[in-house]
Each structure stands twice: as C-alpha cells, then as structure tokens.
C-alpha cells in the first residue's frame, strides 16, 4: 500500500523558513504517480492546495497566497520511493496550519492517498 509521511514542520517566527519533506513508498510508486501536492488546513477552515507537481514532467502550480514564497521540488524517485519537498520563504501568521502531501495516481480520481500532516506555526 502507499504511505507518505511528512517531516519538518515547526515554530518558526514572520519571515522566517522552514523545509517540508514529504516520502510516499509503495511497490513501484514512481510509475504510477501522476502528480504530488501539499495540501494545508488552518483551523476553522477548509483544506485548501497549497502546490503541486507534475511527477514525470514537472510542471509546478502555487495558490496565488504562497506564488513567489514557496516552491516545490521533486527530490527523488525510484522504485520504492517518491520524495518531495517544500521550501517556505518569508513566512506569514497566515500560514500557519497543518500541511499534508498527497499524491494522485496515473488515471486516478484526484488526490487519494494522504500523509498524517505536520504543524507549520508562524509567530507574529
């Protein structure tokens, strides 16, 4: 089955950074991905797309909130393994929220597998 699970999160003041890592394993992962993302959900709200990338060809997409702060990266890939990263430039309280990766499947319905979230809290 796919697992992914997300490191890096943490307490970090305004304008500070952080680097999210997100690894989904599963028997031949790589071959079957067709795209990852991050995922966030402050609380009392819903969960919104933060990024995501096209795993074989790499096209990225930012929400317009995180555009030219954040950026996205495919690190590695095999068959095993698929990990990702997410850069945090010039943090905002705004940001502040649980992140999650996910990843879609080649011919499948939108994202269906989903890591457990790490917390990103930006102090003011």
């Known amino acids: 089955q796919v697992q992914l699970v997300e490191s890096g999160g943490g307490l970090v003041q305004a304008g500070g950074s952080l680097r999210l890592s997100c690894e989904a394993s599963?028997?031949?992962?790589?071959?079957?991905?067709?795209?990852m993302g991050w995922f966030r959900q402050a609380l009392g709200k819903e969960r919104e797309i933060v990024a995501s990338?096209?795993?074989?060809?790499?096209?990225?997409?930012?929400?317009d909130s995180v555009r030219g702060r954040f950026a996205i990266s495919k690190d590695s890939a095999n068959n095993a393994k698929n990990t990702m990263s997410l850069q945090m430039n010039t943090l905002k309280p705004e940001d502040t929220a649980v992140y999650f990766c996910?990843?879609?499947?080649?011919?499948?319905?939108?994202?269906?597998?989903w890591g457990q979230g790490t917390q990103v809290t930006v102090s003011s």
């Open positions: 599963g028997r031949l992962i790589s071959t079957y991905t067709y795209a």
């Open positions: 996910a990843l879609q499947r080649l011919g499948g319905q939108g994202y269906e597998f």
């Open positions: 990338i096209r795993w074989n060809i790499g096209t990225t997409y930012y929400a």
